[in-house]
């Protein structure tokens, strides 16, 4: 059962879970030296990005990277790269580094294998894993049309990446696959809403994407949710 972190606005909400992330990746840069944050895109985190980037940490000793991405050269607007660098890589995280899920392969499917041995930099369990969600109940970039989605959720795959053709969504995708995401010692569902919640609620009758993570005891999942629907 997930359990569920209610807040009254936006505001609490992301100032709340980007104390959260901090302390997380506090904890791991102390036990283990380094930490991992793996973040989605979207305009729900923005203002909570703004605020984690604020944070005083070692950034030094933390690597960020996507949970997917839009196939997409970094400099286009629907771009989560160029969103991680504009709102959370600036300021005190600045200093972080940062693993890019874009290569210059034409397709997705053709860049996985270096995009993959890039991840090798990260120590997992990554310390965080940040989901969002759609309104059709997708997180990461597993659609609920796409072609491949059973294999991105299956637990005995344990490939890092996979790629996705949303259909119903613009750009092919690259993504972390759950096996990817359950490996990480903290995952937080961030949602605004009550349209989201409602989805949220009915992930496990309607068989939505998301109900992999909600369903799933390995590493129960935290809902972060507010009322309002984020800009």
């Given at each position: 059962?997930?359990?569920?972190?209610?807040?009254k606005?936006?505001?609490e909400?992301?100032?709340?879970?980007?104390?959260?992330?901090?302390?997380?990746?506090?904890?791991d840069?102390?036990?283990?030296?380094?930490?991992?944050?793996?973040?989605s895109?979207g305009?729900?985190?923005?203002?909570?990005?703004?605020l984690?980037?604020?944070?005083?940490?070692?950034?030094?000793?933390?690597?960020?990277?996507?949970?997917?991405?839009?196939?997409?050269?970094?400099?286009?607007?629907?771009?989560n790269?160029?969103?991680?660098?504009?709102?959370?890589?600036?300021?005190?995280?600045?200093?972080?580094?940062?693993?890019?899920?874009?290569?210059?392969?034409?397709?997705?499917?053709?860049?996985?294998?270096?995009?993959?041995?890039?991840?090798?930099?990260?120590?997992?369990?990554?310390?965080?894993?940040?989901?969002?969600?759609?309104?059709?109940?997708?997180?990461?970039?597993?659609?609920?049309?796409?072609?491949?989605?059973?294999?991105?959720?299956?637990?005995?795959?344990?490939?890092?990446?996979?790629?996705?053709?949303?259909?119903?969504?613009?750009?092919?995708r690259?993504?972390?696959?759950?096996?990817?995401?359950?490996?990480?010692?903290?995952?937080?569902?961030?949602?605004?809403?009550?349209?989201?919640?409602?989805?949220?609620?009915?992930?496990?009758?309607?068989?939505?994407?998301?109900?992999?993570?909600?369903?799933?005891?390995?590493?129960?999942?935290?809902?972060?949710?507010?009322?309002?629907?984020?800009g």
């Amino acid at each position: 059962m997930s359990e569920w972190q209610c807040y009254k606005n936006n505001d609490e909400l992301d100032q709340a879970l980007a104390e959260h992330i901090a302390a997380r990746l506090q904890d791991d840069i102390a036990s283990y030296g380094q930490a991992s944050l793996a973040v989605s895109g979207g305009g729900t985190p923005k203002n909570m990005f703004r605020l984690l980037s604020h944070t005083e940490l070692d950034w030094a000793r933390v690597w960020v990277t996507l949970v997917d991405e839009r196939w997409v050269g970094a400099e286009h607007a629907d771009s989560n790269e160029r969103l991680v660098r504009e709102n959370l890589l600036q300021h005190a995280a600045a200093g972080a580094h940062f693993v890019s899920l874009k290569s210059q392969h034409d397709d997705a499917e053709q860049g996985l294998a270096e995009v993959a041995a890039r991840l090798g930099e990260l120590q997992f369990p990554l310390s965080m894993v940040v989901l969002g969600m759609g309104g059709d109940g997708h997180t990461a970039s597993w659609f609920p049309q796409a072609v491949n989605l059973q294999q991105l959720l299956q637990h005995s795959n344990k490939a890092l990446l996979g790629a996705s053709d949303p259909v119903t969504a613009p750009h092919q995708r690259i993504t972390l696959t759950l096996s990817a995401v359950l490996n990480s010692r903290d995952i937080a569902i961030h949602i605004t809403g009550e349209e989201k919640r409602a989805v949220l609620e009915r992930a496990n009758a309607q068989g939505y994407p998301i109900a992999a993570i909600l369903q799933q005891q390995q590493n129960p999942a935290t809902i972060w949710w507010a009322p309002d629907p984020a800009g």
